[in-house]
């Protein structure tokens, strides 16, 4: 049996989970429409390849992956595209971000999927096939998969941490994934592991859901395979990554490394569903699993395609008449969506139906009486109370000093806080402002690099146009001399031309013939695209030039300045 | 030997010039607003006040006195501090660059720091030898240093304080300060064996 | 006699001290400012001028010599004033003109007749175009200056005030609520 670690701190809410446990996972009927956000990941923001009125196929690519760190999109079902414009995100600023808007026309029908065997393919094809497929860390970071399957070529991948964990109360939708197909999230974690070759393969389930770690000691057994079911505590925050990988190898990854550098990596169980679905099916990702719970009258998991409208989503679980708004995430990190038509996404695990009777109001802040429960139940070892002190008087330099960063916003200071003070919004307001700060300074200084190339830039023209000129004046001197000495001379023309051209300097000569030629060259070629105009275009032409004289440009200035 | 022991812990904790003798207070009202600075400024004051306790306890014993020109005493020990800041900082814009910029403007300011000129005037009132005269000095400045450093940690965090609106600023600082010097009447009678 | 000994003590003071100083002022000379760099590195180098300086570096420049106010930079809003008192143990001034939301000038590119002239004026190269061709704005590389606009001759460039999108949305300061939120409705 594995030896467990244990990370510090950490808070044990009510779990609400048997509530939607109950049922098997069901299918979301088809929405009448489907708004897709483009971007749902980390990272690129992809660039959208279909039109309004475009046909599409389930699985159909509809937006193209930005940079590597980016995760393509396709479309969830066949339908036509209504249109490509903004729509409010699930997103807690409430704001409006760029979607493909599709119409379903109810057929389901797919796009042709080609199944592959990765095992036959060079480990950049299978990472660049589960970027084309859209593969997502679906545990809600939405990190793209394919970014985090590269191995440090430093330090040997020691173990790969599989994350069924599901610490946060009310979600079970890794649970029943784990519980119902088992089989395909252990040859999931087969592709994580052919791609990382880790010494050992490490699958954290807390021990409140024994029958998701039976099923999957199951099929890691009918696969053969030699992985670990690991049983943790149930404690939360244990699903976060940094915590699951602390409780499993004991190794702490602070937020300037990646985990890989210590030699582990972590994914969800969900993540491994989809990359298997994705490589083995040529199934992109446009469904999820998602918990429909809290003030309904039957919670269950949904598997709902992409794009969804989350009221939609959130009938099908009969909500009672006082729910008052939809809660994206668990009760610990999740927020209030800002209107029940945003739509389903990548990172959308669990919609809790919100009341005031499931969620009590909050009762007022009080003032801070440093009593130290929320550093003793900060999983990472912060001091929160430090931290708030110096958002609250907006001093970002010492939240930093506190390590703001290192800070996974897991909400258990909040939780446990006799003052009720909401510590987790400080931390976010105050690592924002960083950001922001951060964006300001780096534009200022391409700013000041770009001012600064462009006067020395201005000061390189200046210095070549004096020399042009010394040069043209040298020419036109020789020039006249030759003709003087032509106009004098009693021999051909050519001969003393050469004469006096070998007589005077041969280079100067030279140079002073290629630049006629290249002048002559200038004044015969037009502008390009002013040739061959029709008699309207001469017209307008024809004005612009006569506004130009009104404001007193010359043609020729303007010109001349961008040589 | 304890001697000189008392001198230095009395100028430090129990005579502290800031707190107990209320000198100097412009540099501990205006540049305590933040940690670094106040770091900065303790250190150039603390050479500074030493420098200057030496040399005005030379021009005194060699110059003024002989010639017993005891009332000029003030005029030439402004001067000579005012030169020393000068020099001071020279040399340190030369030799390090760095900690020019981290005291930046604080360094000509304490030309005017009114400690500096207290602590020589008040060693030929106590009759200090020299090298009494350069740990009452030292000592002085540690003290300045000290209050000036404590002080400014609090005010950072006064920053992030509900103080009453009409209290914010200088005027919650003034409490701070007068609470300070109230607990460090604490360590009278520390040299009473002096 | 007593007067003439004081003021022979004070001479000779004050001629060791300078002689000192004045010695010092040329063995430890340093070239350049190092308190340019750092308010320089307050000020947002928009580059625009409305300091009075032409960039960012001159007004940089003025403000250490002490020729120029803290208060000029309007792009640098009262943060910046805020900052550069700081730096400089300066008396906090209220900006001395409007603080006017960050911003991005935008070509019409319809009415644009190609005439280089706001190629030419901006000072951080953020429009691309060549004569009588289409000029267009780098949105990324603007710096809001409004340099651009008084040369245009059609006037054709626009300046329009940075929206808040998701992607520079930031997390407001926590409130304390009065009352309960309104009840949200679910649809």
């Known amino acids: 049996m594995l030896n467990l670690f244990k990370f510090k701190g950490g808070v044990k809410p009510p779990t609400n989970k048997t509530q939607s446990l109950g049922r098997p996972i069901a299918v979301a009927p088809l929405p009448s429409r489907l708004v897709v956000p483009l971007h749902q990941s980390i990272g690129g923001t992809p660039r959208p390849v279909v039109q309004a009125g475009d046909k599409v196929l389930k699985g159909q690519l509809i937006g193209e992956a930005d940079g590597w760190i980016s995760a393509a999109v396709h479309a969830p079902t066949s339908g036509t595209v209504v249109a490509v414009d903004m729509h409010v995100q699930p997103h807690p600023s409430g704001l409006d971000a760029l979607c493909v808007v599709i119409e379903p026309d109810g057929r389901d029908e797919w796009t042709t999927r080609v199944p592959v065997d990765h095992r036959a393919l060079a480990p950049e094809e299978v990472r660049e096939r589960l970027q084309q497929a859209g593969v997502v860390g679906l545990g809600g970071a939405v990190f793209p998969t394919h970014g985090k399957l590269t191995p440090s070529k430093t330090v040997p991948m020691q173990e790969l941490v599989i994350n069924g964990a599901e610490c946060e109360p009310f979600i079970t939708c890794d649970d029943l994934l784990m519980r119902e197909r088992a089989d395909e999230v252990v040859r999931g974690i087969g592709i994580f592991r052919d791609l990382l070759q880790p010494e050992k393969v490490l699958i954290g389930i807390e021990d409140n859901k024994p ?90 998991n949904y598997e709902v395609l992409i794009g969804t409208p989350m009221a939609e989503v959130l009938k099908l679980g009969r909500p009672h008449p006082d729910t008052d708004g939809i809660v994206m995430g668990g009760p610990m990190m999740g927020f209030l969506v800002p209107d029940g038509e945003v739509p389903v996404v990548k990172a959308t695990n669990c919609l809790i139906a919100h009341s005031e009777r499931l969620f009590p109001p909050k009762a007022p802040e009080m003032p801070c009486i440093r009593c130290g429960s929320c550093a003793r139940a900060c999983p990472h070892e912060l001091q929160p109370f430090e931290m708030y002190w110096f958002a609250r ?95 004098a001379g009693e021999a051909a023309p050519g001969e003393t031309a050469a004469a006096v051209d070998a007589e005077t300097d041969p280079k100067k000569a030279a140079i002073a013939a290629a630049m006629a030629r290249a002048k002559a060259q200038r004044e015969a070629a037009p502008p390009r695209n002013t040739e061959q105009l029709n008699a309207v275009q001469q017209r307008e032409l024809d004005e612009i030039e006569a506004r130009r004289q009104a404001a007193g440009i010359s043609p020729a200035a303007p010109a001349e300045k961008t040589e | 030997m304890s001697h000189y022991l008392f001198i230095l812990v009395g100028a430090v904790l129990v005579n502290n010039v800031v707190l107990v003798k209320i000198l100097g207070l412009c ?168 | 006699m007593e007067l003439l000994l004081a003021i022979a003590v004070m001479a000779l003071g004050a001629v060791v ?66 900052r550069l008192a700081d730096l400089l143990g300066r008396e906090v001034k209220p900006l001395d003109a409007e603080e006017k939301p960050k911003q991005v000038a935008i070509i019409d590119e319809n009415t644009c007749i190609g005439c280089t002239l706001c190629i030419q004026a901006c000072p951080v190269d953020a429009i691309v175009g060549a004569a009588k061709q289409m000029h267009t704005i780098i949105a990324g590389q603007c710096t809001g200056c409004e340099l651009c606009l008084p040369p245009c001759p059609v006037e054709c460039i626009r300046m329009e005030a940075i929206t808040e999108n998701i992607d520079n949305w930031k997390w407001k300061y926590p409130v304390v609520e009065i009352k309960a939120a309104a009840p949200q409705k679910a649809a």
């Open chain 1, 211 to 300: 029958e998701a770690a039976a099923a999957m000691r199951a099929a890691v057994q009918a696969l053969g395979e030699s992985f670990e079911v690991v049983q943790v505590p149930t404690l939360y925050p244990a699903g976060g990554a940094k915590q699951l990988i602390r409780v499993l190898t004991g190794k702490e990854v602070p937020a300037s490394k990646r985990s890989t550098d210590l030699g582990v990596q972590c994914f969800n169980v969900a993540t491994a569903y989809t990359a298997w679905r994705a490589l083995a099916h040529g199934e992109p990702v446009v469904s999820r699993l998602v918990t429909v719970t809290g003030n309904v009258a039957e919670p269950c």
């Open chain 1, 393 to 487: 008087a907006k001093n970002f330099g010492k939240t930093q000093e506190y390590h703001i960063f290192d800070c996974i916003e897991c909400g258990c200071c909040s939780f446990v806080c006799p003052s009720r003070i909401p510590l987790v919004q400080y931390f976010r307001f105050a690592k924002s402002e960083i950001w922001a700060r951060e964006r300001e300074k780096k534009a200022a200084d391409t700013a000041k690099t770009r001012f600064e190339f462009k006067q020395l830039r201005e000061e390189r023209e200046k210095a070549e146009k004096a020399e042009k000129l010394a040069r043209a004046a040298a020419a036109q001197a020789a020039k006249k001399a030759a003709e003087a000495a032509a106009a």
């Open chain 2, 27 to 194: 540099p501990f009202m205006g540049v305590s607003k933040k940690l670094e600075t106040a770091y900065g400024m303790g250190a150039a004051t603390t050479f500074v006040l030493t420098m200057a306790t030496g040399a005005s306890y030379i021009i005194d014993h060699l110059l003024l006195t002989p010639f017993g020109l005891e009332y000029l005493r003030t005029l030439s020990f402004i001067v000579t501090i005012a030169a020393i800041v000068q020099l001071t900082e020279m040399v340190i814009a030369k030799t390090s660059p760095t900690l020019q910029q981290t005291l930046g403007i604080y360094l000509p300011l304490i030309t005017t720091n009114c400690a500096v000129l207290g602590v020589p005037l008040l060693n030929i009132a106590n009759g200090h030898n020299f090298v009494e005269s350069l740990l009452f000095g030292a000592g002085s400045a540690v003290g300045f240093s000290l209050v000036l450093i404590l002080f400014a940690g609090i005010r950072e965090r006064i920053e992030g304080a509900d103080v009453p609106t009409h209290f914010r600023g200088v005027a919650i600082a003034m409490v701070t300060a007068g609470l300070m010097a109230l607990a460090f009447m604490g360590f009278a009678g520390l040299d009473k064996y002096q």
């Open chain 3, 17 to 82: 001290l300078g002689a000192a100083l004045g010695y010092a002022a040329i063995k430890f000379r340093v070239e350049g400012d190092p308190l340019v760099e750092k308010i320089e590195a307050i000020l947002p180098q928009t580059q625009c001028g409305q300091c009075g300086y032409p960039g960012c570096k001159p007004y940089a420049d003025a403000i250490a010599k002490g020729e120029a106010d803290i208060n000029l930079c309007p792009p640098g809003g009262m943060e910046g004033v805020q």
